[in-house]
């Protein structure tokens, strides 16, 4: 009768470790789509998972993932139906401050820039802002611009600028035309050292969260802030070495552990 219990038991353990399993893989398979800039895979991906049964935080981690993989493919209307879920249904859980910002982001794309304040003002939260003020504050200030309420926005400005000198808003968000000119030319003037390119994206929250990502999991991961056809682009890069040997050695670790397509590249060594 023991025996028969402990098999009982054994098989439920069996069941439970097995869904969580199943459920990981397409949540990770979705990560390295979205990386690769695949969101249309990573979002059948978060779709996929979604099916299991999974906790509600990792369920709220799908709905999320799945609207930024939306909202990447300039689906709005879909991405923000993504985040309502989370308001929704799992305001509880960490991340409903990161569904307002991304329904904040939908309506900005839309250019209703009222709604998108309304949302970013919602995630004013003290926990938050220590971590990501000044970007919840460029948001706002971009925002604002957005309908001509220029004083408000220089006040969101200031703000970044005095409480958050180093960081990726008040470096290439706040700088003149003509100092991003200058330090793109002094760049072109310096050394080359070669690093590993892991991620490259349009949006500056997305670089920021990637990098931090790979912080967390010893990578040296660092953002590059560039000029593309005009239009200020971000490369989530790790390492920066002498050698290219060096930097292929990092490569093939990231290939190998990340599953993603990471490949050697260079940056100005200033």
């Known amino acids: 009768m023991k025996l028969v219990s402990k098999n009982i038991v054994l098989f439920f353990l069996f069941l439970l470790t097995s869904t969580v399993a199943f459920a990981a893989g397409p949540m990770e398979k979705g990560e390295t789509y979205f990386l690769k800039g695949r969101y249309g895979l990573a ?5 996929k998972a979604l099916t299991y049964d999974i906790n509600d935080n990792n369920r709220a981690n799908c709905w999320y993932m799945l609207g930024q993989s939306y909202l990447m493919m300039g689906k709005f209307k879909n991405a923000r139906s993504a985040f309502s879920k989370i308001t929704a249904k799992y305001s509880k859980t960490e991340w409903l401050i990161n569904a307002y910002i991304g329904i904040g982001d939908t309506y900005y794309h839309e250019k209703q820039y009222n709604s998108a304040i309304k949302y970013y003002k919602k995630a004013i939260t003290s926990k938050y802002m220590a971590q990501h003020g000044s970007t919840l504050y460029y948001k706002l200030a971009k925002a604002y611009r957005g309908i001509n309420y220029t004083t408000k926005a220089k006040s969101y400005e200031n703000i970044i600028r005095d409480k958050y000198p180093d960081s990726l808003e008040s470096r290439i968000s706040l700088n003149s035309s003509s100092s991003s000119r200058s330090k793109i030319s002094l760049h072109s003037h310096s050394s080359k050292k070669y690093t590993v390119q892991i991620a490259f994206s349009t949006r500056a929250d997305f670089a920021r969260d990637c990098s931090n990502k790979y912080k967390k999991k010893g990578y040296n991961a660092y953002i590059d802030v560039i ?9 989530i890069l790790a390492g920066k070495y002498k050698s290219k040997e060096a930097a292929e050695f990092l490569q093939n670790k990231i290939r190998k552990n990340e599953k993603i397509a990471a490949f050697v590249t260079t940056i100005s060594d200033n």
């Open 43 to 47: 979002a059948s991906s978060y779709k």
């Open 227 to 235: 000029n593309y056809k005009g239009k200020t682009r971000y490369r």
